[in-house]
């Protein structure tokens, strides 16, 4: 309890006391203010928006450039639109033309073909002249000029050192007889979602755009390649930002902007750049020898769902399953069988099947690694000496569904929705199998039967059921006793498809 503040004469002083109180009640006041300020981590200021993006633009500009090429192009005769009169040079009519030949009609082999140009972004990586943007930018371009953001705006011709279709990425060279102001690569794994970012690019040909935003996800898949590990932001990205660079706060581009996601063309605030941890490894094999190396490690992998996961017992779904294993692949000479569960790979850990592709491509090629594995509940790891991938398609073939007639007496397989039936010379006519094609073969599946919602169709090949091989309808029926018996929710079959095996959960409903 606090005493009454008095005067020298020993009485109680009211104004004294007056000012005591207001001083107890300013502490109480600050206190809360001071916990926050104890407790806040100093990187949060650091982190923060600073009070101008200027110093950084002012920074990081003389190394951005606009890409421009220029394409031979067969006209398709008149549109039946006029296109909108914009003033010559002006940054809408390259991007009203470009629409309005999309609308043209059928192509007439009597009138001679024009010269297109186009617009892009890109930035200089090294002083010697080295520039990296998209390849999609310079995809089929008979010319390509460079244009330095300096006060003469100096046009160079740009020589194209190598391409990487897959990561959409190139690599041009320039010669300026000096060195260029350059760029140097951040690291994309550490930035994180609100972080911030400034995008510098060439949108509808207006060089040198500023916009500033943050980090809106990671490891974004929109469905452009196999190698899909986008960085999205809200930094306005347009359609000329292309190539361009998406740079931290300390100027280090941790990002190249490819892509938007917009019904109108313009930005919405959802644009993804390719992260740096994958270009800067690309951009280097391209200078070193004009091409990418990517490791193979050879299988065909998929995701994981609860109900595979539940009738694989596994803890959760994660992981890539191992649905086929190329002959004579890395894959194969180390081990590794249809069924396994890729767990990790060389140390790092694969939560589903999209970043297993990354990680081997990434592996240089020849390299050993561990990999880690469940195989029918036991984990082990098995060392596998990486390959080469060479160019292939890997996805799974889409075939359509076959006749639902099939020869011979099928036997349904109750709670799963099909009836299958012994492979014999006949059936493997029937369905076009080869002759190497064992298992039990799909006559029908009933429709809104789990099968059904599995996608399984006729003229699919029962490999194994719970990782066992079947070869007749009763090895099917014993092994979904079996199944039921155990307490399983989901039966796993893996199936043969035209030549390509994949794994299916099948839910268990009541007999």
Do not use: C
Request: hydrophobic residues 40%; neutral net charge; glycine residues 10%.
């Amino acid at each position: 309890m606090t005493q009454p503040v008095r005067s020298r004469s020993g009485r109680p002083d009211a104004a004294g006391a007056g000012v005591q109180a207001r001083r107890w009640i300013a502490w109480l006041l600050l206190l809360p203010l001071a916990a926050v300020m104890v407790a806040a981590p100093p990187a949060l200021a650091q982190r923060g928006a600073p009070e101008s993006f200027a110093p950084l633009a002012e920074r990081i500009l003389p190394a951005v450039v606009n890409v421009s090429t220029t394409q031979t192009v067969q006209n398709r005769g008149r549109s039946p639109v006029p296109m909108p009169e914009f003033p010559p040079g002006s940054p809408f009519e390259e991007f009203f033309r470009d629409f309005f030949d999309r609308q043209q009609p059928q192509q007439d082999p009597n009138t001679p073909p024009r010269r297109a140009t186009s617009l892009g972004s890109g930035f200089i990586i090294d002083a010697a002249g080295y520039v990296v943007t998209n390849n999609h930018v310079i995809d089929g371009a008979d010319e390509i000029r460079v244009i330095l953001h300096d006060q003469a705006g100096t046009e160079l011709k740009a020589e194209v050192v190598g391409v990487d279709k897959e990561t959409d990425l190139a690599l041009l060279k320039v010669d300026a007889g000096r060195k260029l102001p350059a760029l140097t690569w951040g690291d994309s794994e550490k930035i994180r979602v609100g972080d911030w970012v400034v995008a510098i690019g060439n949108p509808f040909g207006l060089g040198g755009s500023v916009t500033a935003g943050i980090i809106s996800a990671r490891a974004r898949d929109i469905g452009a390649g196999r190698y899909d590990d986008f960085l999205q932001t809200d930094a306005s990205i347009n359609r000329g930002n292309s190539g361009g660079p998406l740079v931290n706060l300390s100027g280090d581009v941790i990002g190249i902007n490819t892509a938007i996601f917009s019904q109108t063309g313009g930005s919405i605030g959802i644009g993804f750049a390719i992260p740096s941890a994958m270009a800067k490894n690309v951009i280097a094999q391209l200078r070193e020898s004009g091409k990418v190396r990517r490791g193979w490690l050879g299988v065909q992998i998929q995701n994981i769902s609860p109900e595979e996961a539940e009738a694989l017992r596994l803890p959760e779904a994660k992981g890539a399953l191992v649905g086929m294993v190329n002959p004579g692949g890395p894959a194969e000479k180390a081990g590794v069988q249809p069924g396994d569960v890729i767990l990790s790979f060389d140390g790092r850990e694969v939560t589903n099947s999209r970043s297993l592709p990354r990680m081997v491509a990434d592996t240089p090629v020849g390299k050993k690694v561990p990999v880690e594995l469940i195989r029918r509940g036991k984990r082990e790891t098995v060392q596998v000496m990486l390959g080469e991938l060479q160019p292939q398609d890997v996805q799974l073939a889409n075939v359509p569904g076959r006749d639902e007639a099939a020869p011979g007496k099928p036997e349904a397989i109750d709670g799963v929705g099909v009836s299958v039936t012994t492979i014999s010379p006949e059936v493997r006519r029937q369905f076009e199998l080869d002759e190497d094609v064992k298992g039990v073969v799909i006559t029908q599946v009933v429709p809104n039967s789990p099968a059904a919602a599995r996608q399984l169709r006729a003229g699919d090949v029962i490999v194994e059921v719970s990782q066992e091989e079947v070869g007749s309808p009763a090895d099917v029926a014993a092994r979904v006793k079996k199944a039921r018996d155990a307490g399983q929710k989901a039966l796993l079959l893996l199936i043969e498809r035209r030549g390509e095996l994949l794994f299916q959960a099948v839910p268990l409903t009541e007999e």
